[in-house]
């Protein structure tokens, strides 16, 4: 089983529609991170999360520590949206390594 | 630009050669992450520096590959007598910690894109 788990991994929807990407993870850790990585592999950070809820724009990502859980949502979603979203985490609190998830190929058709 | 570069952006050798690669972190921040990405996975993690002190490797780091920081700015991944399996993209990545403030966001580099014939 891998430490971190993303589902589902290859996701479509039409533009407008509501998105969820689901992150588990079965390390302990600090913070998960949510990035996005474009065709021709550029990485971008979109979030660091320790608890809670955060918004950017028509981003939100939620974190549950106990269930080891964390959600990216896209609210009105895109055809720009499309990529691959990556979720990480650190393996252990006395380290700044991140171990990945596979990543979900989001497309957003109009 | 003030990101993270990396160069080459992309790299073709045949088998048995050396390459090396060199990431230019944000300029302020003191810790660079090497990370290896083959095609439909996720990043790897490879090594870390704080400045110019490595401080830690992966077992995937085989004794072919050498990262170095020496200025504590700039760094480079070398690696010796390629092999098909080393193709990949190779990404860097900065942050900046001070003390006990805790885990910042890493910014990510492009990547260089290694392909071994």
């Known amino acids: 089983k891998n430490e971190v788990e993303q589902s589902p991994q290859n996701l479509t929807a039409q533009e407008g529609e509501f998105i969820t990407i689901n992150c588990s993870y079965s390390v302990g850790i600090s913070a998960l991170h949510w990035l996005q990585q474009h065709p021709g592999g550029g990485i971008v950070s979109l979030f660091m999360?320790?608890?809670g809820k955060k918004k950017h724009g028509r981003l939100i990502a939620t974190i549950n520590i106990q269930e080891k859980h964390s959600s990216l949502h896209i609210t009105a979603s895109h055809p720009r949206d499309s990529a691959v979203y990556i979720c990480?985490?650190?393996?252990?609190?006395?380290?700044?390594?991140?171990?990945f998830g596979t990543g979900t190929r989001l497309q957003v058709f109009p | 630009d003030t990101g993270v570069s990396q160069d080459p952006r992309h790299k073709i050798t045949k088998r048995g050669q050396n390459v090396t690669f060199r990431c230019d972190p944000i300029s302020e921040h003191n810790r660079l992450y090497w990370y290896r990405q083959t095609l439909g996975q996720g990043p790897e993690f490879l090594t870390y520096f704080q400045n110019e002190a490595q401080l830690e490797k992966s077992r995937l780091l085989s004794d072919r590959f050498s990262a170095e920081r020496p200025k504590g700015s700039f760094s480079t991944l070398e690696i010796q007598r390629t092999e098909q399996g080393d193709s990949a993209m190779y990404l860097c990545?900065?942050?900046?910690?001070?003390?006990?403030?805790?885990?910042?966001?890493?910014?990510f580099g492009p990547g260089t894109r290694l392909t071994v014939l």
């Open positions: 999360l320790s608890s």
């Open positions: 990545a900065s942050s900046h910690i001070e003390g006990l403030a805790g885990r910042k966001e890493q910014f």
């Open positions: 990480a985490v650190p393996p252990r609190y006395n380290t700044d390594k991140l171990i």
